[in-house]
Every structure is written in C-alpha cells, then in structure tokens.
C-alpha cells in the first residue's frame, strides 16, 4: 500500500496532502527484548497482575544503546526517526517555527494520527506563520503534524498563532488541544483551544479569560466531570538551593468548573468557577512539608480570574515552587513540580478527587534518578514518564507502580531539554521533542500491550521508600527540641525561620 493509499480518499478542505522531500532518520537499536526477552511478553506472564513483584513484573526495558548517529539513546528493540525539523519547510512551503514544547497526538481520518504541537516562542523570535493570529506582534502558537500508519509525516501546518511563550496544555476528551501561555504581559496569560482539524478557527485566538490570569503551564481534564485540573508556573519570588533564606517563590494548582458540562469544542468559554487547591487545616502550607506517602485532605477555594495568584496566596492555600507537567489517568489527576523537594530535584504528586486528597508520591533524592521533572505522562501500560528540564536532564525517565525508576531515552545531540511526550492513540507509537533547535520524533519498539487496569493500581500505588527525602541529624535534632517532625524542621531552616535547639 503506497502512502497515499494509507489515509481516506477525501482529505477535506484542509489539505492533508503528502509533504515531500521531508528528512527523515530511522535507526533500528536491535531486534531483541530486555535482555533477550520481549518486555510485553515478560508482562504478561505476570497475567497483567502488578502485585506480582517477581521476575516477571514490568521494571523498564533495560540499558540504553549509545546511538551511532549520536542523536538519541533508546533502549535495546527500539527505533526512532526524525519526523519534523525547526527551519525546514511546511506543507505550505513556510518554515517549521521553533521552540518545540507541550504536545498530544490524536485520531486523525482513516489511520492518520495529528499531534498538535506548541511553539515556546517569546520576544523577538521568528513566528509561527500564521494567517489568523490572536495578537500580530505575539510569535507564538501551534502547529499539526500528520502523520501516516508508516510513522512518516504526512502534511504540516498552522493550527493556532498570536499567542506568547506556548509552553504545555492538555488535550480534552473531546479531541481538541489546549495550549497555555507562560506569561502575564499584555493581555497574554491565558489558555487557548485549538481544533486540530480546523485550524486557525475563531476558537483557536479567544483567550478562555474564566481559566485566569497567569503562568499557566498545563492543564489535565476529568473525563467523568469536565471539571480542568491547571499548573502554574510561576517565575515571581527567588530560590537558591544554596541559601535556605533566599525561597520565596510560590506557584499553585487551579481547578475551573465550566458552567457548560456539554464536552464539547467552545463549551469551556461559556463561563466557569476558578478555584486553588488549599489544605483545611494549614494556612499557606508549603509543599515541601509532605513526605512521600503522607496523604492531606483538600478544599477549593475560589479566586479571582484577574489575579488569581495573589488571591490564591491571600487564602492561604498550598504553595508550591514551579508547577510542570499535568496529566489524568485511572480517576488520578498526576502534577509534578520541577524545583520541589529537600534537594530541588523536583517532586510528583498525585491528587484523587474522588476522596479529595493530595499525596506527595515520588521526590527526587538522587540525580540519576530524577532531576528537575518537567512534562509527564501515563503510558498505556501504566507506568509514568516524565522528560527532564535542568541541570543534567535531558533525559526522559519511567517510574512504574512497584517504585523501579528506569530510563528510555537520553539525548547526545545538545543539552536542550525533551518536551512534549505523548502516545499515539492506538499506543504503539511515542512521540518526543527536543526544544531547541527544535525536533520531533516517533520511537516506536517492543512497548508492553494497553493495561487499564495497571493505570488504576499506578493511581493508588504505596510510594517507594527510597523516594523519602534523606534529613539530615542537625535537622533531626531540631526537631526534636521544637516536637515537630524532621522534614518540618528542614523546611523551616529552609525558608529562613529561626528554630532553636
């Protein structure tokens, strides 16, 4: 079957038309398992049962294989190839903007799948070329790739311009994206819904002004609710590892509550309830008080869409440092903050609406194995995936339900951060960027089968042991002569509060 032959025979006014000439890189690691063994075969002998520990149990795919082309390292049976690159050329002959970020794929006509890709781009930056813009001096945006069963790109194009700083988003139940400004600056600071296939809508340029005001970052959807679960990444205060004083950066964690339920495209700018996550019996509780494992009961408090931020530490709800990644899987809303925990690695948390909790799951204590998490997602099989973002990471690490932390993919081609990890809706296909200079890809190998069931125990999982915060004996002393607990009294030094021994 040519490529041609692999889509519908009407593509529609948009133009999914064949791109030609498009680079593309395939590289072929091997044609064995983990070790000789096919990790979705080794799953399933554990009949898909993630209490069961033994060797069976799913633990990652095993060492990376140093990439000859020196591009990307992938475990042993996977391949990837390079499906767009910043500079090249759209299907309109208009260049691939840059600062790839956030990401989703989705079920295009026939076998095609869309991804719907943002554009970090701020300040004086080359713009997505688009034709209907929300601001003409903003250069941000999304663009769409098409691509075909064969994993090979199929058409490109404009679906949203005129927005600022596109960092992550979300995609709804209802197949569209939406794409979140990182910023606050003259009338930017908003999220956006982009219709994958009709791009450049009116929709896609009218800010959704009752989701706030602010940094937003991502955003993650209830499937059984609508209610839009939102990350802030907030920039405002200072924060120094190196100076427990110097911390004064507060981030939060939003819901909104559309008046309209109908779960349908242009349902959320109909008006809604904005909300931040607060703790009932803490006042402007710091995150870093959690240990992993210790579960709080929540409560929403409404703030104002204009500031919500100042409203938010005005209420005194939960303060975070920078809020990333944002993602709903199995009735579990997963969010992670990328500056959080004892040693500023980043933490991941998990919040159950239907018991109202907030849990602490996983905090980084090791820098082999998490540093700085950014972007995260479920993977049909259950395990969560976050990509790095700082430091040393440039890596996109797994965590599975048992605790086992492993990594699948590490980048040699520049030390710019990977974004925008998602897969492809029959799950048999992972798709990546690298930002800067930006560039996507499709990895695809021995992935274990779809596991619902997994998802679920992923959402209710005790946390690893190993992922406790190591306090040290001064803090412990502290402690001690004040009665409150070791993390409490590190975090307090933390911020600059005098405790006595």
């Known amino acids: ?45 554990s009949n898909g049962n993630p209490a069961n520990k033994g060797q069976n149990s ?27 690159e ?40 080359s713009a997505v070329p688009g034709k209907n813009p929300y601001n003409k001096q903003a250069p941000g945006g999304t663009t769409a790739l098409v691509i075909g069963p064969d994993r090979r790109l199929f058409s ?18 209802w197949g569209t994206w939406l794409t979140c400004e990182e910023n606050r600056t003259n009338d930017h600071g908003y999220v956006f819904e982009v219709m994958p296939n009709e791009p450049e809508n009116n929709l896609s340029k009218t800010p959704i002004r009752d989701m706030g005001f602010f940094s937003h970052e991502a955003t993650a ?11 802030e990444d907030d920039f405002r205060g200072k924060i120094d590892p190196n100076d427990p004083t110097n911390d004064e950066r507060s981030s939060f964690l939003y819901r909104y ?57 005005a209420s005194g709800c939960v303060r975070f440092n920078r809020l990333e990644g944002a993602y709903f899987a199995g009735g579990v809303f997963w969010f992670d903050d990328t500056a959080g925990g004892e040693k500023r690695l ?23 194995k998490m540093e700085s998490p950014d972007n995260i997602c479920i993977t049909p099989w259950g395990d969560l995936l976050f990509a790095e973002d700082g430091g040393n990471g440039n890596r996109v690490m797994g965590i599975t339900p048992e605790g086992e932390v ?31 200079p930006g560039i996507t890809f499709a990895i695809w190998g021995p992935f274990p089968g779809r596991n619902p069931a997994r998802q679920r125990y992923m959402g209710h999982a005790a946390p690893p042991a190993d992922f406790a915060p190591k306090i040290s004996a001064h803090s412990q002393e502290i402690a001690k002569a004040n009665g409150i607990s070791g993390l409490e009294a590190a975090a307090f030094l933390r911020h600059g509060v005098p405790l006595k021994l």
Request: proline share 8%; with cysteine.
């Open 58 to 84: 799913f633990s990652g795919f095993g060492p990376l294989v140093k990439d000859p082309g020196g591009v990307i390292d992938l475990p042993k049976g996977f391949q990837y190839r390079i499906i767009s």
């Open 257 to 313: 509550i559309p008046n309209d339920t109908s779960k349908r495209p242009g349902a959320l700018q109909k008006g809604g309830k904005l909300q931040a996550m607060a703790i009932e019996e803490k006042k402007n509780p710091d995150a870093d008080f959690m240990n992993p494992g210790q579960r709080f009961g929540v409560v929403w408090k409404d703030v104002n869409k204009e500031e919500p931020h100042d409203d938010a530490l």
């Open 346 to 368: 980043g933490q991941i948390y998990r919040y159950i609406p239907a018991t109202e909790t907030l849990e602490l799951f996983y905090e980084g204590t090791e820098a082999n």
């Open 406 to 436: 492993y990594p699948f993919v590490n980048n040699r081609l520049n030390g710019s951060e990977f974004c925008g990890p998602t897969f492809s809706p029959d799950g048999k296909t992972f798709f990546l960027n690298i930002q800067s």
């Open 156 to 173: 490109e194009y404009v679906t949203s311009s005129g927005s600022l700083q596109n960092c992550a988003g979300g995609p709804t139940p």
């Open 221 to 231: 959807i209830d499937p059984a609710t609508g209610i839009v679960y939102l990350t």
């Open 1 to 45: 079957m040519t490529r041609q032959e692999s889509g519908p025979k009407n593509l529609n006014r948009r133009d999914f038309i064949k791109l030609g000439g498009m680079s593309t890189v395939a590289l072929t690691l091997g044609s064995a398992g983990l070790m000789g063994m096919n990790p979705a075969k080794s799953f399933a002998k």
């Open 86 to 125: 910043e500079g090249k050329r759209m299907t309109n002959g208009a260049p691939i903007p840059g600062d790839f970020d956030g990401m989703a794929a989705f079920q295009g006509p026939g076998h095609l799948t869309i991804l719907v890709r943002n554009h970090e781009l701020s300040g004086s930056e």
